[in-house]
């Protein structure tokens, strides 16, 4: 995919179209596609996907 690749399976796309930039927020396993018009949007979503994401363990290796 091109875009910024976000933690939890995410990828964000930045377009400008029909003279508007839109937000598009992409579920990398779901391919459920998210369009959202304004920053603010865009972070109440990401505070909406943290709470309902259970945290996930990562180990460190040496």
């Known amino acids: 995919m091109n875009g910024l690749e976000l933690r939890k399976g995410?990828?964000?796309?930045v377009r400008y179209r029909d003279g508007d930039w839109q937000l598009e927020l992409t579920d990398v396993q779901t391919?459920?596609?998210i369009t959202l018009t304004s920053p603010e949007a865009?972070?109440?979503?990401?505070?909406?996907?943290?709470?309902?994401t259970p945290p996930?363990?990562?180990v460190r290796r040496p």
């Open 10 to 13: 995410y990828v964000l796309r």
């Open 42 to 52: 865009l972070r109440s979503h990401l505070e909406r996907l943290v709470r309902e």
């Open 31 to 33: 391919a459920e596609q």
């Open 56 to 58: 996930t363990t990562r």
